[in-house]
């Protein structure tokens, strides 16, 4: 597909920075260094006013005349150059062939530019967050992992998806979802239902629950990747629909809904359009087990990293909500888990017949 | 499990009625009660003395009989010149080839003392008989039973006598004499003996005939004889192996060790029964007398405090002690403070000489050697020395072809050396090449914590790389796991005295690492960013749509490369502009342009230390002094010729 010279896009012009800022450096002989935002618990505050958590101002240098940092320096910029070469000829990549592509034995030695791909994703993360640039916008994508179906109607180059005629299955949402590639033509949900695993997602689906109570149902099978979550946040402010979040009742489970909610302490910067600060918490709650019955021998015991993992999640700042530290301690108390799938113990459909109605009836969720 | 319901009944005791049985009266056990001879036991169980395979057993006897002759020359203060023979025998053919062999003639050939006429067949053909266990001196042999198990098990396995041929003087005639030993009532059998002419004008020359394997490797004859030249570096040993050619190791270091004194016990070291046997042996006739005179470091005043504590007379008559009042006194001993026992019944081998064994035998670039004060377990004195060789000698590293340049694919790493250091134990200069994992050297090598040192070690296991450690225990009483003297027993002054010599070599290498680190480190460094360059030009090329001026790029920033990686400097670094081992007392450098450290060794013409080189005086003031910092000698150390 060759084209004409066209207008480099604003994300290609950041990457060209990178070269840029090299060039300029040997020109004044100072060691060319790219500031990098610190991606970590320590530099990232949680903004209460707007439910965000934001990265905090931090920076680490990354020079090249530095033996520790000199080959991430070059890889940074390898990954740079193959970032920049998806924007001119307009496609998208998977980290993985990122790799692939940035991979090659060095001239005259036999010492490979990268040796695993754990080495080229963090790099891709730190162009993300030094670029401000989303990983959709580099064109990058990860698997398509998860599924939307209920009544929607999305526009996907050019083909009419309506959501409410894919059967049991739905729709695989793709990685990117940005209105230049996905338009949502139509949407009467009354709210969207994010279900943290697919089992449960299926037997919603399987049970119609979306044309019963008027809903989207999405799942993202475990920690919802990006596509999903920006869906959701996309059918939220577009659409007005409130989301809720319905994860097993681990610490785990506890995460993910903050991640949807608030953002992660990782890529803090994409929360600005990722994050939901108006989720709700439908379950599985730490009470729920005593509200709703379930016997004691369908729970988990907690093991040593759940607990290490709970103890963490009541330190955070978007943790200290009155209702979830009592939440989260009620659950270290009784010393178990239990996973979405137990409500099964009482009956096959006691999740679309019993759980979510009442619930939904009861308004019985944690903000 | 349907055979859990329809199971048979449990059967039933069946009624006490025992079946018939040949009863034994006491009298007739009585009958068959008879003494023991320690020759008979050891007949049945040689595994107790090292003879448990033939392989091990060809070991132990050539072990024994240099043991012996080493022991002999160096008690009456002559420098051992020995001769070691292994060949393979066959009953009138021509013997096969030594590795098929399963009979051999081990001759033992030393310039000692000799032995006197009488002593010969008792001390080759008795259990049990000899000068060394009955008193508490250093010695290589500790219990009188080595040569003559050696000999029995000759004479077990092949029916040959021993044959000895000693000769005291020039002046006095020497004698032959051929042996067996009585198993019943471990006595001497002569079946030959006769006044010969022998060439030698002083000495002793041992012939066993054995059954055994010749076989090289780990723990061989061949390892024995190498490991004990490290060790003893005063020995001049010539070995004849059953096939190949003729070793000779010259003598690296001209010196006796000093002859270690003998002790008397130190009252920490004996047990009740041991005290109750000295009480009716001893000569005095008071019971101070008797501790002051019969032990060491107990003056009259201790002597006068453990009597009080026992509550017992210091006139008492020694004899009349017994029973709980030997008891009493056994504790007050235990409790009352007492130094330590007198060190100069030790004789270690010494840092100079233990540095020429290693830098002699083992190729390396980096030697150190360490002896500890001596310390004290349970009463017995003991110094604990430790020495390392590391590194690969410079032609070695020449030889080992380059890996070839394949870029790696993922999952692949490096050539992983799994070379792991190997250690050699001695105690009292005897290599111990059996039961490694049983010996308390082995479990302190693995306690320490070598990655402190800049050495890879993965848990649990001996350091990684090309190392030897070598560790000797010298002491009147060595603390052996077993009679055939393989692995040293645990005790915690041990451990501990091993691990601070062990930690003092580490140090050692450690700061040799680091030197030599840091030398390659700034040539790599600039090596890395030369490597890296390129890479970014090219990419900033393509990033600006390949409109960039990439020789200008490329030389604006290898000139910094250059700038900050040193410049010039690098090269000097790099330059092997000796950095000696400023700070690392007793080690050697070895490096392509030469050797660095003071090599105790010197030529005796005065040629820098080459191949045949023998040892100076070995009085620590002979050593050169330290390098003072920042003056740089490269040149070996050995030209300098001392006083003789």
């Known amino acids: 597909m060759a084209k004409k010279p066209r207008k480099p896009t604003a994300v290609e012009k950041k990457l060209v920075g990178v070269a840029d800022l090299v060039i300029a450096a040997a020109e004044k002989r100072k060691d060319p260094t790219i500031a990098i935002p610190v991606r970590s618990l320590s530099n990232v505050n949680f903004n209460e006013r707007k439910g965000l958590i934001e990265m905090g101002k931090r920076k680490q240098a990354r020079s090249f005349f530095n033996v520790a940092m000199a080959k991430k320096f070059m890889q940074t910029v390898l990954v740079a150059d193959a970032l920049s070469e998806l924007q001119r000829a307009n496609l998208t990549t998977s980290l993985r062939e990122i790799y692939y592509r940035t991979k090659h034995t060095i001239k005259d030695s036999h010492e490979n530019t990268l040796d695993t791909q754990d080495e080229s994703d963090p790099l891709i993360e730190d162009l993300e967050v030094t670029l401000t640039a989303l990983r959709e916008e580099l064109h990058v994508r990860a698997e398509n992992a998860g599924s939307i179906v209920g009544p929607v109607v999305f526009v996907d180059d050019g083909d009419r998806v309506d959501c409410t005629r894919l059967g049991k299955g739905g729709y695989s949402v793709p990685s990117i979802v940005e209105p230049e590639y996905l338009q949502i033509a139509r949407c009467t949900a009354d709210f969207v239902l994010l279900v943290e695993k697919g089992t449960q997602w299926n037997r919603l689906s399987e049970d119609k629950f979306w044309r019963r109570y008027n809903c989207v149902l999405l799942t993202g099978n475990g920690q919802p990747p990006r596509g999903v979550r920006r869906l959701a946040r996309r059918l939220h402010e577009e659409k007005q629909l409130p989301v809720y979040v319905l994860v097993d009742n681990d610490p785990w489970g506890y995460y993910i809904y903050s991640v949807i909610k608030q953002g992660s302490i990782n890529l803090a910067f994409e929360s600005q359009r990722m994050a939901i600060p108006k989720a709700k918490f439908m379950g599985l709650s730490s009470a729920d087990p005593e509200a709703y019955g379930l016997p004691r021998n369908v729970g988990i015991k907690l093991n040593d990293k759940d607990v290490a993992r709970a103890r963490e999640l009541l330190a955070y700042t978007w943790f200290q909500k009155k209702s979830w530290q009592e939440e989260i301690k009620r659950m270290l108390s009784s010393g178990l888990k239990y996973e979405l799938d137990a409500l099964a113990n009482k009956d096959f459909q006691y999740l679309t017949k019993k759980y979510l109605p009442r619930k939904l009836k009861e308004k019985d969720w944690l903000d | ?644």
């Open chain 2, 1 to 644: 499990m349907e055979g859990m319901k329809s199971r048979p009944p449990a059967p039933t005791p069946k009624p006490a009625v025992p079946p018939p049985r040949a009863t034994v009266s006491a009298v007739e056990m009585g009958a068959r009660q008879r003494e023991i001879s320690v020759s008979e036991f050891f007949t049945k169980n040689r595994h107790l003395l090292g003879f448990d395979s033939p392989r091990k057993a060809l070991l132990t006897c050539v072990k024994e009989a240099v043991d012996n002759a080493l022991d002999a020359c160096e008690e009456a203060g002559i420098l051992p010149d020995v001769v070691v023979k292994v060949e393979a025998v066959a009953n009138g053919e021509a013997p096969p080839p030594a590795s098929q062999a399963s009979r051999f003639r081990i001759t033992v050939t030393d310039n000692g003392p000799g032995i006197v006429r009488q002593q010969i067949p008792p001390i080759f053909a008795k259990l049990l008989y000899g000068s060394k266990f009955h008193r508490l001196r250093m010695s290589r042999g500790q219990q009188g039973i080595g040569i003559s198990a050696a000999g029995m098990y000759g004479q077990l396995t092949t029916g040959k006598p021993v044959q000895i041929t000693s000769r005291t003087s020039a002046r006095a005639p020497a004698h032959y004499f051929e042996v067996q030993i009585d198993t019943k009532k471990n006595e001497p059998r002569i079946l030959e003996k006769k006044q010969i002419a022998w060439e030698s004008p002083r000495g002793t020359q041992v012939t066993m005939e054995i059954e055994g394997r010749y076989q090289k490797g780990r723990a061989s004859v061949d390892e024995y004889i190498e490991q004990t030249i490290i060790a003893n570096s005063h020995v001049k040993l010539t070995y004849v192996p059953p096939e190949g050619e003729t070793k000779e190791y010259a003598r690296s270091y001209e010196q006796l060790p000093p002859a270690p004194r003998e002790i008397k016990p130190h009252p920490y070291g004996i047990e009740l029964g041991m005290l109750l046997k000295m009480l009716q042996d001893t000569r005095s006739h008071s019971l101070s007398g008797f501790l002051a005179s019969d032990f060491s470091r107990v003056s009259p005043n201790v002597a006068a405090e453990i009597c009080k504590a026992a509550r017992l007379s210091p006139n008492a008559r020694p004899r009349d002690v017994h029973g709980q009042a030997a008891e009493n006194l056994y504790k007050a001993i235990q409790s009352t403070k007492i130094m330590a026992p007198p060190t100069n019944c030790l004789s270690p081998i010494g840092e100079p000489a233990i540095l020429a064994g290693l830098y002699r035998q083992i190729k390396g670039e980096f030697y150190t050697a360490v002896t500890r004060p001596p310390a004290v377990y349970r009463g017995n004195p003991f110094v604990i020395e430790a020495g390392l060789a590391f590194g690969r000698a410079p032609e070695q590293a020449a030889q080992t072809p380059a890996t070839k340049a394949i870029p790696l694919a993922e999952g692949e790493a490096e050539k992983d050396d799994h070379e792991v250091a190997r250690i050699i134990r001695y105690a009292n200069r005897v290599p111990l090449l059996y039961q490694p994992a049983a010996c308390e050297i082995t479990k302190a090598v693995l306690d320490t914590t070598w990655r402190n040192y800049g050495v890879a070690q993965s848990r649990g296991s001996l350091p990684a790389g090309p190392m030897v450690i070598f560790v000797h225990m010298a002491s009147v009483w060595v603390p052996f796991t077993s009679e055939s003297k393989e692995a040293i027993a645990e005790y915690d002054e041990i451990h501990k005295e091993i691990t601070l010599a062990l930690r003092e070599c580490g140090r050692r290498l450690g700061a040799f690492l680091r030197r030599r680190e840091r030398a390659h480190s700034e040539f790599r460094r600039r090596n890395i960013f030369e490597l890296y360059i390129e890479e970014i030009v090219q990419s900033c090329n393509r990033l600006k749509g390949g409109r960039l001026a990439t020789a200008k790029l490329r030389d604006q920033l290898l000139k910094m490369a250059t700038k900050i990686t040193g410049g010039g400097k690098t090269d000097e670094l790099l330059g092997k502009n000796g950095s000696g081992p400023e700070g690392l007392p007793h080690s050697i450098i070895v490096t392509p342009e030469g050797v660095e450290g003071e090599v105790p060794v010197v030529a005796p013409n005065g040629a820098p230390a080459a191949e045949e080189p023998v040892a100076p005086p070995a009085a620590p003031e002979a050593r050169a002094p330290r390098k003072t910092k920042g003056k740089a000698t490269p040149k070996p150390r050995a030209g300098r010729k001392k006083k003789r």
